[in-house]
């Protein structure tokens, strides 16, 4: 079992940047690819960066060049830097370590113009 909790949401203007984090515990091993999804109100849950145990990132056209991913091994830390914020980047977060299929709980990130 992998557990992850996610924190950095909040409120934040237009142009403004957040940093998100996701700790995980347990099985850690376990672990090869981590990502972050969003969801907005009536949405569906979108990708919008993934990281390999490598390094190798791939992310949603909507966020290249203005988010980035990375993770702290040593700190079993994942992170999304997020720049140039958009309302339309208002969703709640979650992050999700594969092959296991954890969730964490998801944080809110809400970007006012």
């Known amino acids: 079992q992998v557990q992850l909790v996610e924190s950095g949401g909040g409120l934040v203007q237009a142009g403004g940047s957040l940093r998100l984090s996701c700790a995980a515990s347990g099985s850690i091993f376990s672990i090869n690819t981590m990502g972050w999804y969003r969801q907005a109100p009536g949405k569906q849950r979108e990708l919008v960066a993934a990281?390999?145990?490598?390094?190798?990132?791939n992310y949603a056209d909507s966020v290249k060049g203005r988010f980035t991913i990375s993770r702290d091994n040593a700190k079993n830390t994942m992170y999304l830097q997020m720049n140039s914020l958009k309302p339309e980047d208002t969703a709640v977060y979650y992050c999700i370590a594969l092959p296991n299929g954890s969730w964490g709980q998801g944080t809110q990130v809400t970007v006012s113009s």
């Open positions: 990281i390999t145990n490598g390094g190798r990132t």
